[in-house]
């Protein structure tokens, strides 16, 4: 049975005419309490994952559960289905297993808080908040098996339950959620801090509605899902053609030796409606890298996506689902079955935002972007330090953004709305650690008209020992560049000990050893280029060489010859420019690099690690 709303909660509301400016003022009154909500958790929550990264994720929804303001669209549509208990005012929702919830989470890290928002005994609104915690208990230190199984090896899940029961905490759940975490005063102090964003939101809208009245809020937000409707039903007439068109892209590898995984998507227009079917996606895997799409997060991607490119004032929200069809295949890497292993389900969800941009720029290649989103690399590093108290840390690292149509990809940035790093004197002064380098990887973004951004190089040192664990992809397959750009260069991990032996690591591995002294190089992909590289400003190229962003070498790629001085070298540029103009041919509109035979006859060569095995459901490679 769905939720049963207590007292008159669902009771009906007057429609009313809302006239612009009003309508104007409620929607920026919505966005501000979204981010104030956003400020009040970064600045009380304890972990660096959110109080310094901002892995957290707020919206305000109508009475019904649709998202208004937010980021990843709704989560309380996949909870209202599966909760058969009585919702009250003065409740606060806490839940953390996807599979109790249509995936509208996606691993147990994230722990969810919903609210309802009562006026005069109904409800007028939601408000939510996930943020991911540094621990919640499971195999590993940060909660994130790679070898998980099943998502019982992963930590602690929680389906909803009462936080708070009309008003009153229930102090027994509180306890025994904070038993099952590593962190256990993080744990708390993060879910007050979501806890206490959320009844921000609920007081700025009986703000609103105090100076508004019911009936205007109310018909305002519907209106405000309405004027959302018919935005996207233009973009989507105007930008999805009738033809489908199909894309397909790979995670590198399970971390237990198999790989690639393909994602496949394609997509096509029905009248005002898009199809967006993943038939072809592989099985899902008997690691943790599954991803449990919900599927109107995936139309909240596809929606940010079209509104970011074509009209980025149009608000996002959750009006315009209807116009788009999301089919995922029971048993896929993307629709796994209970209880499948989802806690490092962040390649696939990274790798989904690549997909979507290839499909929706396949019709106008000038508005297309080239990969580089393609996962969140993860580090966790933890022990006891010198006076045996135990440390924990979660860090997310950044790679370089895509070359895009109007310019460069910024160079180690990330593209999480909103995520920052977690600053190096931070890191110093509460882990033993000490940060040798952060700087831009040169030549790590793809070679284009415009440029990929580059990844990041990092390298810690440890001052104590301890256990590491890295997450990360695009260490195989590179990010692929779009209209003549090329693909950017591959992540790599190498750890180095203090007599000078160097030893490769993988993208996802668990329990690493370190030792006082050790060096972890830590380098992530960059983005794939945009547009033909030997149309590149030749001056630009230089000074790029001059700043550390591009090597003497890496400037060949763009057909630039650097003189001893660091300027151009102008005939032989030409030279240069016209040989590889002649060689090439011309550009497609996708350039994935070798083929994957081809990378897996180099891998260990060029990696220093032995190339994944194919799928034992895959026939020949791919």
């Not at 994602?263 to 079917?277: A, H, S």
């Not at 001056?539 to 010859?561: K, N, P, S, W």
């Amino acid at each position: 049975m769905p939720a049963k709303l207590i007292e008159n909660g669902d009771a009906q509301f007057n429609t009313v005419d809302v006239d612009p400016v009003s309508l104007d003022i409620i929607e920026n009154a919505l966005r501000n309490a979204r981010v104030e909500m956003d400020a009040t958790l970064f600045r009380t929550a304890l972990s660096p994952g959110i109080r310094e990264q901002g892995d957290a994720f707020p919206l305000i929804a109508e009475r019904h559960g649709n998202m208004v303001v937010g980021q990843f669209g709704s989560f309380i549509d996949g909870f209202l289905k599966a909760f058969d208990g009585e919702i009250e005012e003065g409740d606060v929702i806490l839940l953390n297993d996807p599979y109790s919830c249509e995936g509208a989470i996606s691993h147990v890290n994230d722990q969810l808080i919903i609210v309802p928002v009562y006026r005069a005994g109904r409800i007028i609104a939601w408000a939510a908040m996930f943020g991911h915690m540094t621990d919640v208990g499971g195999k590993v230190p940060g909660s994130l098996p790679t070898d998980a199984a099943s998502i019982f090896e992963e930590g602690l899940r929680l389906p909803p339950v009462k936080l708070y029961r009309k008003g009153e905490l229930q102090e027994d759940i509180l306890k025994i959620a904070m038993t099952q975490s590593r962190m256990p005063e993080w744990y708390k102090a993060d879910l007050h801090a979501i806890v206490a964003s959320c009844r921000v939101a609920a007081l700025r809208v009986n703000e609103i509605c105090d100076r508004f009245g019911d009936d205007v809020f109310v018909s305002a937000m519907d209106e405000l899902l309405q004027r959302n409707h018919r935005a996207m039903k233009h973009l989507i007439q105007t930008a999805v053609g009738q033809e489908p068109v199909t894309f397909e892209d790979y995670i590198c590898d399970d971390g237990k030796g198999a790989g690639p995984f393909k994602i496949k998507c394609t997509m096509w227009r029905e009248g005002d409606k898009v199809i967006l079917d993943f038939e072809g996606t592989d099985p899902q895997s008997d690691s943790s890298i599954n991803f449990y799409l919900n599927e109107n997060m995936f139309k909240m991607f596809f929606g940010i996506y079209m509104i970011m490119v074509f009209d980025p004032q149009v608000l996002f929200n959750d009006g315009f689902y209807d116009l788009v069809d999301v089919r995922i295949p029971e048993g896929s890497l993307l629709k796994p079955r209970f209880p499948a292993a989802l806690s490092c389900r962040t390649h696939a969800l990274g790798r989904i935002f690549d997909v979507l941009g290839a499909l929706l720029g396949q019709k106008t290649p000038e508005f297309l972007c080239a990969a580089g989103f393609s996962s969140s690399p993860h580090l966790m590093f933890s022990g006891f330090d010198q006076n045996n108290e135990w440390f924990q840390l979660f860090q997310i690292g950044f790679g370089g953004i895509p070359g895009k149509p109007f310019g460069d990809g910024p160079d180690g940035h990330s593209l999480w709305p909103g995520f920052t790093n977690v600053p190096n004197e931070f890191l110093e002064r509460y882990f033993p650690m000490i940060i040798e380098k952060y700087e831009s990887a040169p030549d790590s973004g793809g070679a284009g008209l415009n440029r990929g951004g580059n990844g990041i190089h990092m390298t810690y040192r440890f001052t104590q020992a301890g256990e590491i664990s890295i997450h990360d992809d695009r260490w195989f397959i590179p990010p692929w560049g779009v209209n003549g750009g090329k693909p950017a260069k591959r992540s790599w991990k190498q750890l180095e000990r203090p007599d000078g032996t160097k030893i490769a690591i993988g993208a996802k591995v668990d329990k690493v050893r370190v030792e006082a002294g050790d060096l972890l190089h830590y380098v992530t992909w960059g983005g794939g280029g945009w547009g033909d590289p030997l149309t590149r400003d030749a001056e630009l190229v230089a000074l790029e060489v001059r700043r550390g962003l591009v090597t003497r070498e890496g400037a060949r790629d763009y057909g630039v010859v650097i003189d001893s001085a660091g300027g151009v070298d102008t005939a032989a540029t030409q030279a240069l420019r016209q040989e590889k103009k002649e060689a090439r041919g011309e550009p497609g509109i996708f350039d994935f690099g070798p083929s994957i035979d081809a990378l897996r006859t180099s891998c260990e060569e060029d990696t220093g690690l032995p190339a994944p095995v194919q799928p034992v459901w895959r026939g020949a490679a791919s």
